[in-house]
């Protein structure tokens, strides 16, 4: 059992991650499974709720949110600094070709783009993403850019590969998927010594596509493009998107597997990360079992420290960073740099998966061969923002049965796809079981702090009060109250404790629709202690507001409004694309003259296609 010292209940809207911390988590992990969790708990943590985790990840995720160049040299596609470590530091495929086969004993298999194309065309692209890289934006203007990153012409310097993983998907073990359609082109150095891989996906058939053609399509494409700069806009880690090429060729699609396939428009996006290693990367040679896949186990980590975690490579004996557990032993983290390591990884998930569960977003996927060991948001596919407030909330039709990435459970989710991480790296004898079950109470207890540090700063409250969000959700649940524009609004509360009850819930009229006399009582009860707690802060009702609306987002991403870019750009018209880009990337700003975009969903939003999707829409 794990124990938190965090206040270790959650929030009634995810009961069964509160749950799964107070009885254990059994990891299920089809090979070395491991049968208890140790009680663990950080004996220099206070117990007032507040966190104790380390600052590091707080440095970490800023830096996503203010990724900027500080240099004033931009380069050219052909002055691009490539480096290359994964292929020149990691075990390879000692085949090229991409006839799909189990590969054994290699990291990656080299691969070239083998997508046709017929005319290329440039969709959109990311001013933030290129300033990263340093690339001159008068790049997208050439007329061979779209050649480029459509894979049809190869961009010199660059060492083409497909990596090799493995993964849990819907709980059970699927053994070897890796890049199926996602090529990555090779791993670009700025001049900070940022290191950013780039991908291409649906780049053609790799030895890992088993019997797709390892394409994508333009609706698929516009999501993900679209949805991984919101997320990064919005303060999440994640992977971003340099541009979106539309290949000029057709792709036969069955989008909602009924037996009734059409064609649609070809697509590749340059994604963008410092890595793509996911926990996946290291169950597929952990599952295998050999002495030599053990090896790769260990030689992936210390890759993935060398070049993404150095921080702990350099750790001394004088961090002090030892901690006592409930057996009254000590796991001490700079006695092993895995166990550090392993740490790190569960705290930047934790800290990942609350910023989800702070702006409504679902990811709709939650294999483990979809979780990034750099705590980014991954692989979208069937996302999707909360509308109406639904803990239960899917948008991947796959997932419909038994709902198990639905909304609620995603923290939970979390928690159970690092227990099948530390399994795997136990396995490879890199950490033990005290370490294990040290990273999975810090991933609680992070997330427990994350958690209530912003739904207390959505509610501008000056500290948090468990009952009342309780509440406050339990009630957005049964009136089905947008969860966006419910709290955006929420920051016209006055802090006045005078006001009359018939009159309390008049700035909120806009988000509680269609409620009735008993409905509109269990409101005001609400609002007349949300607003006590208000008035005890200290803070003005215009700080108030100012503050919330920094941390509330006025504009997210929903599907409805991706579909109606979609089907503009399936006529030709691109505009549509790249008015959302720039909405997307100041979303907490009123943007005068966009107010539509914040609309509830129209009622053809609800249609399939649109509100939910499949796992490989």
């Known amino acids: 059992m794990v124990t938190l010292t965090a206040t270790t209940t959650l929030l009634t809207s995810f009961p069964r991650f509160s749950h799964s911390l107070r009885r254990g988590v059994t990891t299920n992990f089809r090979f070395y499974p491991r049968n208890r969790f140790l009680a663990c708990r950080v004996m220099n943590s206070p117990d007032d709720g507040s966190s104790a985790a380390a600052p590091l990840i707080d440095s970490v995720t800023q830096d996503f949110k203010n990724q900027t160049i500080h240099s004033n040299k931009l380069k050219s596609l052909e002055d691009l600094n490539w ?15 991409p006839f799909p086969r189990e590969v054994l004993h290699a990291c990656y298999t080299r691969v070239s783009p083998s997508v046709e194309v017929d005319d290329p065309q440039l969709v959109a692209w990311s001013e933030s993403v290129s300033n990263l890289l340093e690339l001159d934006n008068k790049e997208f203007e050439r007329p061979e850019f779209p ?54 996906k649906g780049a053609g058939k790799t030895p890992y596509s088993r019997f797709a053609d390892g394409l994508a399509v333009l609706r698929s494409s516009i999501r993900e493009f679209l949805c991984s700069e919101a997320m990064h806009h919005l303060g999440i880690p994640t992977t971003r998107a340099l541009c979106l090429v539309n290949t000029g060729k057709l792709v036969t699609r069955d989008m909602f597997y009924d037996g009734n396939p059409k064609e649609e428009q070809g697509a590749i996006v340059c994604r963008v990360a410092q890595s793509f290693l996911r926990f996946g990367s290291y169950q597929i040679h952990a599952s295998r079992g050999s002495n030599q896949d053990l090896e790769i186990v260990r030689g992936l980590a210390d890759y993935a420290i060398k070049h993404h975690f150095p921080h702990i490579e350099n750790m001394s004996k004088s961090e002090s960073l030892s901690f006592s557990t409930g057996d009254e032993d000590v796991v001490d983290l700079t006695s092993n ?54 803990p239960k909330f899917t948008p991947n039709t796959t997932d419909l049965p038994g709902r198990r990435y639905c909304f609620a459970n995603q923290p939970d989710i979390g928690l159970w796809n690092l227990a099948q991480f530390t399994t795997t790296l136990a396995a490879a004898h890199l950490i033990n079981d005290k370490e294990a079950n040290y990273a999975l109470e810090r991933y609680g207890s992070r997330f427990m702090d994350d958690y209530q540090d912003i739904m207390t700063k959505k509610l501008g409250l000056p500290k948090y009060n468990k009952v009342l969000i309780g509440k406050l959700l339990t009630n957005m649940a049964v009136d089905k109250v947008d969860y966006t524009n419910f709290f955006r609004t929420l920051s016209n509360i006055k802090a006045d404790t005078s006001i009359p009850d018939e009159e309390m819930l008049v700035p909120l ?24 707690e208000l008035s005890t802060s200290g803070t003005t009702d215009d700080e108030r507001k100012t503050s919330m609306n920094t941390v509330n987002p006025k504009y997210i991403l929903r599907n409805y409004l991706c579909q109606t870019a979609i089907d503009a750009a399936e006529i030709g018209d691109l505009g ?12 907490f700003d009123e943007q ?26």
């Not at 609002?527 to 006590?532: A, D, G, Q, R």
């Open 83 to 97: 480096d290359n470590s994964f292929v020149r530091e990691l075990p390879s495929d000692p085949r090229t070709d």
């Open 509 to 532: 009229k806009s988000v509680l629709l269609d409620i009735g006399k008993e409905r509109k009582e269990a409101w005001t009860s609400w609002l007349k202690t949300y607003i006590h």
């Open 147 to 200: 050649l480029f990153f459509s894979g049809a012409s190869p961009l010199a310097g660059t060492l083409p590969y497909a990596q090799c993983y493995g993964g849990h998907q819907f709980g059970m073990w699927a053994g070897q998927l890796g890049d199926g359609r996602a090529i990555t082109l090779g791993e670009i150095l700025n001049s900070k010594s940022e290191r950013w891989e780039l991908q291409l």
């Open 337 to 390: 740099k895995y166990a550090a390591w392993v740490v790190e990884v569960a705290e930047r998930t934790a800290t990942m998966i609350a910023r989800w569960q702070g702006v409504g977003f679902t990811h709709g996927v939650m294999n483990t061969d979809n979780m990034s060991i750099l705590g980014l948001t991954i692989d979208y596919g069937p996302f999707g923002f909360l509308d109406a407030f639904d």
């Open 592 to 617: 005068p003259g966009m107010e539509k975009y914040a609309r509830l969903p129209p009622a053809w939003a609800y249609r399939p296609g649109v509100c939910m999707l499949s796992c490989s829409s």
């Open 576 to 587: 549509e694309v790249r008015r959302l880009l720039k909405l997307v990337e100041n979303p």
